[in-house]
Structure formats: structure tokens, C-alpha cells
């Protein structure tokens, strides 16, 4: 069946432009999550949605950064005023309930997101 | 607080051999434990996990154990292939949903 996708694959933008990142997670999934993979901070968790819930926000790392998801479906990633550290490649998981902590997180491709 | 410890790499290998990629844990509580792998130009897919002390996790070869004593989660496969050049990632989930992970092990195997 089909997996994770997330849109764009790529994106370039200026510093201080603001952009939206989606991710569309594998049908039936009720958890929903977003990583960040870069050079100097490896993986790091951004953001979790249970439904169309956030109940652990705790990894966004400014106010410029917020996330939503509805429909218990689609969710958009959103950095306002981008900044070069910004630069990263985004990425998003869905697992089938996202509790207990054992379920398997299935990942999408990412997006790559660079601020000139 | 919650961290994951895996050996630096890059490691190289020739087609055959054995490997191992260490990993340790911190975690409060009892974590879920889970190994990732990249392949290059792929996106990141589990490649095994254990949710339990003493469960032993596989898939295509490889293996690791959840040994509590040690806080250790080591990856290993008997004879390693060239498919199997990747970025391997150990990662927890320290009893919530957010996985933890590594910084990640590049592996290269030369035929």
C-alpha cells in the first residue's frame, strides 16, 4: 500500500520567507509525527499528533515553528521567518495508534529544506 | 534525561565479514529500543526493534538484543553484503511516543 508522502520534495527560500511543509501519513494511521535530520543535530524530534491533537510539542524549537493536522489526516509543518540554521531535511512519521511507545514509526522521504 | 550512544563511523568492511555497530542507552523507565536503517537515496525504515529486556530483535540477517544490565542495544550480522552499505540508526522511545535517536553509523561494505 502506500506509504508516507510528504511535499515538497525540495525547497528553496530566502531568509525570512515563511513556508508549509505537508505530510500526507499512511491511510488508518492515527499517530502522526515530525523529525528533523541535520549535519549537526542529527535526528531530533520536533512534534507528535494523536489524532489531531499535539500532546507533545516539546521538540519545536522556537515560536516560529508550529504544525496542525486535520481531518486525523493531512498535517502541515509551518516555519514563519525562515533562518539559515533552519536548513534541514524534514521528516515525517505515522504509526497505527502511537501509544505505549512500541509501535513501529513508518517514515516518509523527507522534505529539504534550504535557506539562502 | 533520554540519549542514545552509538559507535562513530564511518565503518568499512569487506562483502563477508562480520559486523557490529554498538549502541548504548540512558533512559528512564523501560524504552522500546529499535535499530534504523537509510540506504542512500532512501528514506529511513525500521530494520528491527525489541520492546522488552532480553528480547532479541531480526530481520534480514541482523540482530540485536535488549540486554538492561548493560543498557545495550548492539547490531550485529554474520556476514554483511554490499546492499547492506547504509546509515544505521539506533533509536528509544524512553515510555513516550517520540523516538531518540543516535547520531547515526554509515556503513561500507567493499566487494
Known amino acids: 500500500g502506500a506509504g508516507v508522502s510528504q511535499s515538497p520534495s525540495n525547497k528553496v527560500t530566502e531568509k525570512g520567507k515563511d513556508v508549509e511543509l505537508r505530510c500526507d501519513p499512511i491511510?488508518?494511521?492515527?499517530?502522526l509525527y515530525w523529525y528533523r535530520q541535520s549535519l549537526g543535530q542529527g535526528l531530533e524530534f520536533l512534534i507528535y499528533?494523536?489524532?489531531?491533537?499535539?500532546?507533545?510539542k516539546s521538540g519545536l524549537p522556537s515560536d516560529r515553528f508550529s504544525a496542525e493536522r486535520t481531518g486525523g489526516s493531512v498535517s502541515t509543518l509551518t516555519i514563519q521567518r525562515t533562518q539559515q540554521e533552519d536548513s534541514a531535511v524534514y521528516l515525517c512519521?505515522?504509526?497505527?495508534?502511537?501509544?505505549?511507545?512500541?509501535?513501529?514509526?513508518?517514515f516518509g522521504p523527507g522534505t529539504r529544506l534550504t535557506v539562502l | 534525561g533520554n540519549s542514545v550512544t552509538q559507535m562513530e563511523g564511518p565503518v568499512t568492511l569487506s562483502e563477508e565479514a562480520f559486523l557490529t555497530i554498538n549502541c548504548t542507552y540512558t533512559?528512564?523507565?523501560?524504552?522500546?529500543l529499535f535499530w534504523y536503517v537509510q540506504y542512500p537515496g532512501e528514506g529511513l525504515q525500521l530494520l528491527l526493534k525489541a520492546t522488552k529486556a532480553d528480547d532479541k530483535g531480526s530481520n534480514k540477517g541482523f540482530e540485536a538484543t535488549y540486554r538492561k544490565e548493560t543498557t545495550s542495544f548492539h547490531l550485529e550480522k554474520g556476514s554483511v553484503q554490499v546492499s547492506d552499505s547504509a546509515v544505521y540508526f539506533c533509536?528509544?522511545?524512553?515510555?513516550?511516543?517520540?523516538?531518540?535517536f543516535g547520531k547515526g553509523t554509515k556503513l561500507t561494505v567493499n566487494p
Open positions: 491511510s488508518g494511521h492515527t499517530a
Open positions: 533509536a528509544l522511545t524512553p515510555g513516550s511516543e517520540k523516538l531518540v
Open positions: 512519521a505515522s504509526s497505527r495508534k502511537g501509544t505505549g511507545g512500541t509501535d513501529t514509526q513508518y
Open positions: 499528533f494523536q489524532g489531531n491533537s499535539a500532546p507533545d
Open positions: 533512559a528512564t523507565g523501560y524504552p522500546s
